[in-house]
């Protein structure tokens, strides 16, 4: 088995991931932004207890789905408890939206520095088995391929390292998208009077 070949595999997972990675953090920071502006627009729209417009509610906005899904079953509501799950539902529709393909960066995280590590060991097996083939004639080669065999553990935190740093920014817009969301529910449930 050419052990190379799996060094080289180990290499290019590496910065697959770091291209996914940068792809999913520029959509999800994208996402975040558009649905955080749009929300807050809704929130103010409602703050004086009208309905949102027409304009505001249609669109593919985490927001504005939620806010148009609330206000065509709203007239239907009877009690405090449909009223209740009516808010709920538009809740957990907005949260699992809001941490799609945040999963994947989880994964990266997690994974990122074993496969740095699986690719230094390979390295490291590789350049013994030079050694072992043709003796320690060349120390400079010797020192090249643990190198390179240790640039793979650098390359696997270095992703982690920019996966965990937007990870947990997301995190911390999520919470704060949710807290929006909720203002937004109830604002928008206010617009039910109960008896």
């Known amino acids: 088995m050419n052990l190379n070949i799996l060094h080289d ?20 920071l994208i ?5 955080s502006r749009r929300t807050k627009e809704l929130e103010n729209a409602v703050e004086h207890g009208a309905a949102p417009s027409a304009a505001l509610i249609n669109g593919e906005n985490v927001a504005a789905r939620g806010a148009k899904h609330m206000l065509e079953r709203l007239p239907g509501v009877k009690s405090r408890h449909d009223l209740e799950d009516l808010s709920e539902e538009v809740f ?14 989880d994964t990266i995280v997690t994974a990122s520095p074993l496969l740095g590590l699986l690719g230094t060991i390979l390295g490291i ?21 643990i190198g ?3 640039f793979a553990t ?9 996966g965990l740093l937007f990870f947990n920014s997301f995190q911390e817009r999520i919470d704060r998208l949710s807290d929006q969301m909720k203002v937004l529910i109830l604002r928008l449930s206010s617009l039910k009077p109960m008896a």
């Open 9 to 28: 595999v180990t290499f290019y997972a590496l910065y697959a991931a770091l291209a996914l990675a940068v792809f999913v953090a520029i959509e999800r």
């Open 31 to 35: 996402f975040f932004s558009t649905t």
């Open 92 to 105: 957990i529709d907005a949260r699992t939206a809001f941490t799609k393909h945040l999963w994947i960066l």
């Open 125 to 145: 097996i590789e350049t013994f088995t030079a050694l072992a083939r043709s003796g320690i004639s060349d120390p400079s080669g010797v020192s090249a391929g």
């Open 148 to 150: 390179t065999a240790l």
């Open 154 to 162: 650098a390359l696997g935190i270095s992703v982690a390292l920019f």
